[in-house]
């Protein structure tokens, strides 16, 4: 960095930052906010999926939720560890916050967040059975795939390849439950799934949050955005209705 280029002027022009010895104040407090949002919304993902996954129907399937709660686990400790060269108490931290705790199925939270953590609203929400979150893993991880790209471009660049990383992963995660989706339309009731969908379509809608117009503006300066809500969410939107197209159920 040029010593007559300001860091707010640097980050503005596509300029990386890699250790936090260099981060000023605003950009870490966006920073830690970035990460705590995907480290909560990861451990309370695989806590809510822990919970049905004796509800398998098969043992193929328990394998395969028992991988997706492992590797959110994972997920979540890889952006831990750069939450901590920041100072965070790691082992604490995964043992501090109530990781189950889970709202009335017909809460209306919108896509405001819960008092104990960061996680997305959505994650408030209860499970209820094997279809359901079948269901709600198909449609989380799409968005999850969208955001993701986003977010391997973030100016930290540390957080840009741990989340370059994970892409992939979580990507996989979408395509098991698309792989369960198609299994219980041959035997389940195709009925209940179109229901689960309409459930955790709106709430899923919600973790792409509002279109806060001045804050965007101040992330996508640090370099932290690129995109706007309004528009990740109008990609998840198509993508994943064409997706239920094609596995003959659809959107809300």
Excluded: C
Excluded at 218 to 246: C, I, M, P, V, Y
Aim: glycine letters at 6%; a negative charge.
């Amino acid at each position: 960095m040029s010593e007559e280029m300001t860091l707010d002027t640097y980050l503005a022009a596509g300029g990386i930052l890699s250790n936090p010895t260099n981060v000023p104040p605003r950009y870490r407090a966006e920073l830690m906010k970035l990460m705590a949002t995907f480290v909560d919304s990861e451990l309370a993902g695989a806590a809510g999926f822990a919970d049905v996954l004796n509800e398998a129907p098969g043992i193929k399937e328990r394998i395969a939720a028992a991988r997706i709660v492992l590797e959110k686990s994972a997920n979540a400790d890889r952006v831990l560890g750069i939450m901590s060269e920041f100072g965070v108490d790691a082992d604490r931290y995964a043992t501090h916050h109530p990781w189950t705790a889970r709202l009335d199925r017909d809460a209306d939270i919108g896509a405001s967040r819960g008092d104990h953590d960061m996680r997305l609203a959505v994650f408030n929400y209860p499970l209820q059975g094997w279809t359901d979150a079948v269901v709600m893993n198909l449609l989380m991880g799409r968005a999850v795939a969208v955001q993701l790209a986003e977010f391997s471009l973030v100016s930290y660049q540390p957080l840009a390849e741990a989340f370059r990383t994970i892409a992939p992963i979580e990507a996989h995660h979408a395509e098991l439950a698309e792989e369960g989706l198609r299994k219980l339309l041959e035997t389940g009731d195709k009925e209940a799934l179109q229901s689960s969908v309409d459930y955790w379509w709106p709430r899923v809608a919600q973790s792409f949050g509002t279109g806060q117009s001045q804050r965007f503006e101040t992330l996508h300066a640090f370099g932290l955005r690129r995109t706007r809500n309004a528009d990740l969410r109008a990609r998840w939107q198509a993508e994943t209705s064409d997706k239920l197209t094609d596995l003959g159920l659809r959107k809300p």
